[in-house]
């Protein structure tokens, strides 16, 4: 099955700072989607992004399909950001999604 | 509001018993799903549920067993419980092509 895979595991950040978080994955796939899981466990889905750039308040996110990659993008960072970010993945046939390891993010005051 | 409902928030059981972890969704979403989650390793999928009476292993399923006997209950059931089925476990529903995604709040499951 496809891999997908998180870098960095984990990141701690101050108040303000920007941040970078990468997903890359071993196939074509047919949709990606980034999840954030706060610290009470709940996930919330954050972006469907197959391909392009799509921006919601101070995130946003790539995905270039051909290169088998997205970055999420926190810019101004802030206490509530902090959880646990996930990339995932659809496949071709549409019928799995498949999760990477995550990106924990901690922000400090 | 849309929402997944998971039963229990904490499970403490004894090893060997039968386990039972219920989902509602009430968005009429077509699609169900069984995560596990444990520390570094994300989410992992356990079965999932396109339609009613309808199953498809995912990733883990061995050790589990699910029922979808109607469209906005799907049950997770552990037939023998084992201290390495402690996880917490996480129930998702979606439309078709995955749009929808939501989650549940998780059930943190021990076994003793």
């Known amino acids: 099955g496809i891999q997908v895979e998180q870098s960095p595991p984990d990141l701690i950040l101050q108040e303000g700072a920007n941040s970078t978080l990468r997903c890359n994955f071993s196939d074509s796939v047919n949709n990606l989607q980034w999840f954030h899981q706060n610290p009470w466990g709940q996930l919330i889905n954050l972006f469907y992004i197959p391909s392009g750039t799509k921006q919601n308040g101070r995130l946003s996110a790539t995905t270039v399909a051909t290169e088998r990659y997205s970055l999420l993008y926190i810019s101004s960072s802030q206490t509530t950001d902090s959880g646990v970010y996930f990339c995932a993945v659809h496949n071709n046939a549409g019928n799995m999604l498949t999760f990477g390891g995550g990106t924990r993010l901690m922000v400090k005051p | 509001d849309v929402k997944v409902t998971q039963s229990s928030r904490y499970l403490v059981k004894r090893t060997g018993e039968k386990v039972f972890l219920e989902c509602v969704q009430d968005?009429?979403?077509?699609?169900m799903f069984w995560y596990r989650q444990d520390p570094g390793l994300g989410l992992r999928l356990i079965y999932f549920?396109?339609?009613?009476?309808?199953?498809e292993k995912g990733d883990i399923p061995e050790g589990y067993s699910v029922s979808r006997e109607k469209k906005e209950r799907f049950s997770l059931i552990l037939e023998s419980a084992s201290t390495n089925q402690t996880s917490m476990y996480l129930c998702a529903s979606s439309l078709r092509g995955f749009y929808g995604y939501t989650f549940g709040s998780g059930t943190r499951l021990t076994v003793v």
């Open positions: 968005m009429d979403h077509e699609n």
């Open positions: 549920s396109y339609d009613v009476k309808m199953k």
